[in-house]
């Protein structure tokens, strides 16, 4: 672990120590945010992105390591969940808004013409606020994009996927002998962990979370982060929070937005024990947002 000893940013006016009493407010740091890095996953290089005439996102340029899980924290309104939506072209979907600069997968742009929207959102999966299962069974739910995708020949080997995505999202053992009720039956926090089986039943490589905690108890917000840090071994994930320690906790990098401008980035533990920046202290310590 690197030291914790705050090195006040540039041109703060607060002395050291004053500044290190400070930062005690901050989050403790969870035991996987010094955890090693993939290579780069996303690279977005000056992303704007405008709803009609309102630019919500200035400039973005950020890189997103593979087998990492990446923070997007910032105030209400600065643009994280915009950003987030860029990497799956959500924003596509919404009338009247336009995306400049670039955003690449692997080397590859995911804007340019032959990309397909739907095998990118395949590829690049997203878990909302809100757990949004289909009204159908479980089985059907995690079944459902491997059936549009192709992904199984026979029943035999959709049986497998949807076993091994329910595996994966932690959910198998609570639901294995319910696989053909409703998904909507289940809990919040058993629905959130269906969403993500479904996401991962179509071989993602990207797993992009908007809160998705937000709507939970303790418990399951609990399952869900230990959730998320299994999933890291196999996927880049990057997740938007409104909680500080739950960002702490989760990530290993760390992406802090202010007013639609990418103010800071870099591992979790050096933003929240020496960030660069004035703000992002302010924010981090709780005086802002
Ligand atoms: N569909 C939309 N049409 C017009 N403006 C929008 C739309 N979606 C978001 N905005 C505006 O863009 C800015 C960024 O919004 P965004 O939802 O990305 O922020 P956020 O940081 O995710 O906020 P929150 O934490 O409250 O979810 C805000 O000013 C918001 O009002």
Request: with cysteine; net charge neutral; aromatic share 6%.
């Given at each position: 672990?690197?030291?914790?000893?705050?090195?006040?940013?540039?041109?703060?006016?607060?002395?050291?120590?004053?500044?290190?009493?400070?930062?005690?407010?901050?989050?403790?740091?969870?035991?996987?945010?010094?955890?090693?890095?993939?290579?780069?996953?996303?690279?977005?290089?000056?992303?704007?992105?405008?709803?009609?005439?309102?630019?919500?996102?200035?400039?973005?340029?950020?890189?997103?390591?593979d087998k990492?899980?990446?923070?997007?924290?910032?105030?209400?309104?600065?643009?994280?969940?915009?950003?987030?939506?860029?990497?799956?072209?959500?924003?596509?979907?919404?009338?009247?808004?336009?995306?400049?600069?670039?955003?690449?997968?692997?080397?590859?742009?995911?804007?340019?013409?032959?990309?397909?929207?739907?095998?990118?959102?395949?590829?690049?999966?997203?878990?909302?606020?809100?757990?949004?299962?289909?009204?159908?069974?479980?089985?059907?739910?995690?079944?459902?994009?491997?059936?549009?995708?192709?992904?199984?020949?026979?029943?035999?080997?959709?049986?497998?996927?949807?076993?091994?995505?329910?595996?994966?999202?932690?959910?198998?053992?609570?639901?294995?002998?319910?696989?053909?009720?409703?998904?909507?039956?289940?809990?919040?926090?058993?629905?959130?962990?269906?969403?993500?089986?479904?996401?991962?039943?179509?071989?993602p490589e990207v797993i992009?979370?908007?809160?998705?905690?937000?709507?939970?108890?303790?418990?399951?917000?609990?399952?869900?982060?230990?959730?998320?840090?299994?999933l890291r071994e196999r996927y880049c994930i990057?997740?938007?929070?409104?909680?500080?320690?739950?960002?702490?906790?989760?990530?290993?990098?760390?992406?802090?937005?202010?007013?639609?401008?990418?103010?800071?980035?870099?591992?979790?533990?050096?933003?929240?024990?020496?960030?660069?920046?004035?703000?992002?202290?302010?924010?981090?310590?709780?005086?802002?947002?």
């Open positions: 672990m690197k030291s914790r000893i705050f090195r006040a940013p540039e041109g703060s006016s607060t002395g050291g120590a004053s500044e290190a009493a400070t930062l005690s407010t901050a989050p403790a740091v969870g035991a996987h945010a010094s955890a090693p890095l993939g290579p780069i996953k996303i690279a977005a290089r000056d992303v704007s992105v405008f709803y009609g005439e309102k630019q919500a996102l200035f400039d973005v340029s950020l890189e997103i390591p990492t899980v990446t923070a997007l924290i910032g105030p209400s309104g600065c643009g994280k969940s915009t950003f987030l939506r860029t990497m799956n072209r959500m924003n596509d979907t919404i009338p009247g808004t336009r995306v400049t600069g670039r955003i690449e997968m692997d080397g590859e742009d995911i804007n340019d013409r032959k990309i397909d929207p739907v095998l990118l959102r395949a590829q690049v999966g997203m878990v909302f606020q809100k757990p949004n299962p289909f009204p159908k069974s479980i089985y059907e739910n995690v079944a459902y994009g491997p059936k549009i995708h192709g992904l199984a020949s026979t029943k035999g080997e959709m049986d497998e996927i949807v076993q091994k995505s329910l595996k994966r999202a932690g959910l198998w053992d609570e639901v294995a002998d319910r696989l053909h009720s409703p998904g909507t039956g289940l809990s919040g926090g058993q629905q959130q962990r269906l969403v993500i089986a479904r996401a991962i039943a179509v071989e992009l979370m908007d809160e998705p905690c937000s709507a939970l108890d303790p418990i399951a917000t609990a399952k869900i982060e230990e959730l998320i840090d299994e990057v997740i938007v929070t409104h909680s500080m320690a739950q960002a702490a906790r989760v990530s290993q990098r760390t992406a802090f937005f202010h007013m639609g401008k990418l103010v800071e980035t870099g591992d979790t533990e050096e933003i929240f024990t020496n960030p660069r920046e004035r703000r992002t202290l302010d924010y981090i310590t709780g005086r802002f947002g």
